[in-house]
């Protein structure tokens, strides 16, 4: 049996930071672990912060704005921006009304994004901050559930930490005071916390590792860790075994027996084929379970999808299959069939159940 992962220890913060290494799928997980949040009744915002509009697509929207905007029901997204909070910020403390700084927009972008880098972050997280103390008339929090796409790992702890450094910098003044409060919701595992994604590869785990451990070291609480593009395997159980004993003469008499004509060549091909798969699937449980033991968290497993393009059909099956691991009820979207679906799942509790083996 695979290790039992609960929702909430995924989803139990008012703020989810997904992270990982450049290009794993933070973007794709972020607006999957979303899903899942709405699935479970939680009104949720998903935030991007880095100007990239990677998630309207996945979610099939048209481009996110700085304002929030709820695009289905209780479902939100909002880009946010360090120019806009720079002058959403001067203009809350300092009065300056916003119409004098777009004049000055050049020069305020090149402030915020050259001159101190550090600030851009503490605008960005700070934005984040704002949107977690956003109330509804009735006084409860106007987002249960905010999702991050976050920087990268490499940049995750300084990007979280520019309170910290502002602090130090800024001994007077409401940045300061400001400062203290999003350090208090960095460091509350019931306010914030951080998802780390990775691939079943080397470097990436290995990243992953290191990602937990500033993280931990930082003062932030990490989440269990989601396991992306995990490889589905091909064959049936005993299938492999089985061509092992046909080999590729055998393969090619049965193939010829069943009426398809494959010569001896393309049988040794379709051996390969199997054999590098199953390795590959065997690297990828071996990995997981490394990065189970050294972290000491359970992982969501998300597999690779074949399609041409992740789209929001995708996220959505993404969506099904995780929430499926976490104990939540997600119907799967309707071009899946029931057989697509029951190799997809027995196939991630297959290197679950590997990885958690060894
Ligand atoms: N589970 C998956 N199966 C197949 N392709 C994926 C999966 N997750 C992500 N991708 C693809 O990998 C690429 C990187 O994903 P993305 O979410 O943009 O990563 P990041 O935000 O970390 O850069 C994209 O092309 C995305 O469509
Ligand atoms: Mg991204």
Not at 140 to 161: M, S
């Amino acid at each position: 049996m695979p290790t039992t992962l609960d929702v909430e220890d995924l989803l139990g913060s008012n703020v989810v930071l997904v992270t990982g290494k450049g290009g794993v799928g933070k973007t794709t997980v972020a607006a999957t672990l979303a899903l899942v949040g709405v699935a479970t009744g939680r009104r949720t915002l998903l935030v991007e912060v880095e100007g990239r509009q990677g998630l309207p697509p996945l979610l099939a929207t048209s481009p996110w704005d700085y304002q929030q905007r709820e695009f289905r029901p209780g479902l939100a997204g909002t880009a946010i921006d360090p120019a806009d909070a720079v002058y959403e910020y001067l203009e809350l403390f300092y009065g300056i009304k916003r119409v004098q700084w777009v004049m000055e927009r050049s020069h305020a972008i090149d402030f915020v994004t050259t001159a101190a880098p550090g600030l851009r972050d503490l605008l960005l997280v700070g934005k984040v901050y704002e949107l977690e103390g956003q109330r509804r008339p009735d006084g409860r929090r106007a987002w249960d559930l905010i999702v991050v796409d976050a920087p990268p790992t490499g940049r995750i702890v300084p990007f979280l930490e520019a309170p910290s450094a502002v602090t130090e910098i800024v001994r007077v003044g409401p940045i300061r005071r400001q400062a203290g409060q999003i350090e208090e919701l960095l460091h509350d595992p019931r306010r914030a916390r951080a998802v780390v994604t990775t691939l079943l590869e080397e470097m990436p785990v290995a990243e992953a590792r290191e990602g937990v451990a500033a993280l931990t070291a930082a003062g932030i609480d990490v989440a269990p860790l989601v396991a992306n593009q995990v490889e589905v395997p091909r064959l049936a159980p005993g299938g492999a075994d089985l061509l092992e004993r046909l080999g590729a003469d055998g393969l090619a008499a049965r193939a010829a027996a069943a009426g398809a004509n494959a010569s001896r060549r393309t049988a040794a091909l379709v051996l390969g084929l199997a054999r590098e798969q199953q390795d590959r699937v065997a690297l990828q449980a071996g990995l997981l379970a490394e990065l189970t033991a050294a972290t000491g968290r359970p992982a969501l497993a998300l597999p690779l999808l074949t399609t041409a393009a992740v789209g929001a059909e995708e996220v959505a099956l993404l969506a099904h299959l995780a929430a499926a691991q976490l104990g939540v009820d997600l119907a799967p979207p309707p071009h899946v069939t029931a057989a697509e679906l029951e190799a997809l799942t027995a196939a991630l509790e297959a290197t679950r159940d590997a990885a958690g083996a060894r």
